[in-house]
Structure formats: structure tokens, C-alpha cells
């Protein structure tokens, strides 16, 4: 059973920095990703990262402001975000899928098998 541990949300003025950690044995297998939720139903893709950290792909609304990346040596991938808005507002969440291919990202929803509990973070105008 994968496990995935996320942490650092909170509460944050807009312009704000917050980096965010998602934690779980053998990281190194995994494609990765970062997710978010708000009021509605739709689960919004953020960041992918490969299996190797090689390649990254990040939706058009957080270029510029977020950055994905991954520590395999210590399990844990990251999301750091800048420039908070209130329009972030949202639980957000990581999922991993098992990656055969150590240079492909995975950006869609339903190609993620395993997922986090989420963690909300809130952003003040």
C-alpha cells in the first residue's frame, strides 16, 4: 500500500511564498504530481515530475510561480509556490503513479492511481 504524507500548508498572505512536501517510501519509482481543489468538483492538475526529475510540466496558471521538484534520496517531493494569490486557495494534493519510463510526466487525473490525504492552504487578499 502507498503511503503519501503531505505537509505545509497554512495560511498565507497574497504575495506570500509557501512550499509544500509530500513524503513516501520509494519515491525514486514514481511519477509525481500536484494537484488542487477548490469549492468545486474538478481536481486541477498543477506540476508533474518524471521519475528521474529530469522533465517537469506545470499548468499555464502557476508558470512563473510555482516549481516542482524532487529529493529521491529523501523521498520527498516538493512544491514551492510564490506570488501566492488568493485565487490558490484550494486543498491541494500529490499523487504518485508506478512510471516504467524514468522520463515521462503524467498530467492528467485519472493517470494517478495513489494520492494524498491533501493538505489546504488559504491565501488573504
Known amino acids: 500500500q502507498v503511503q503519501l504524507v503531505e505537509s505545509g500548508g497554512g495560511l498565507v498572505q497574497a504575495g506570500d511564498s509557501l512550499r509544500l512536501s509530500c513524503a513516501t517510501s520509494?519515491?525514486?519509482?514514481?511519477?509525481m504530481g500536484w494537484f488542487r481543489q477548490g469549492p468545486g468538483p474538478e481536481r486541477e492538475f498543477l506540476a508533474g515530475?518524471?521519475?528521474?526529475?529530469?522533465?517537469?510540466e506545470l499548468t499555464d496558471s502557476v508558470k512563473g510561480r510555482f516549481t516542482i521538484a524532487r529529493d529521491n534520496a529523501k523521498n520527498i517531493l516538493y512544491l514551492q509556490m510564490k506570488s501566492l494569490k488568493p485565487e490558490d486557495t484550494a486543498v491541494y494534493y500529490c499523487?504518485?503513479?508506478?512510471?516504467?519510463?524514468?522520463?515521462?510526466?503524467?498530467?492528467?487525473?485519472?493517470?494517478?492511481?495513489?494520492w494524498g490525504q491533501g493538505t489546504q492552504v488559504t491565501v488573504s487578499s
Open positions: 499523487a504518485v503513479e508506478p512510471a516504467p519510463s524514468p522520463y515521462r510526466t503524467l498530467t492528467v487525473r485519472h493517470e494517478y492511481r495513489y
Open positions: 520509494g519515491l525514486s519509482s514514481y511519477a
Open positions: 515530475i518524471s521519475r528521474s526529475g529530469s522533465f517537469t
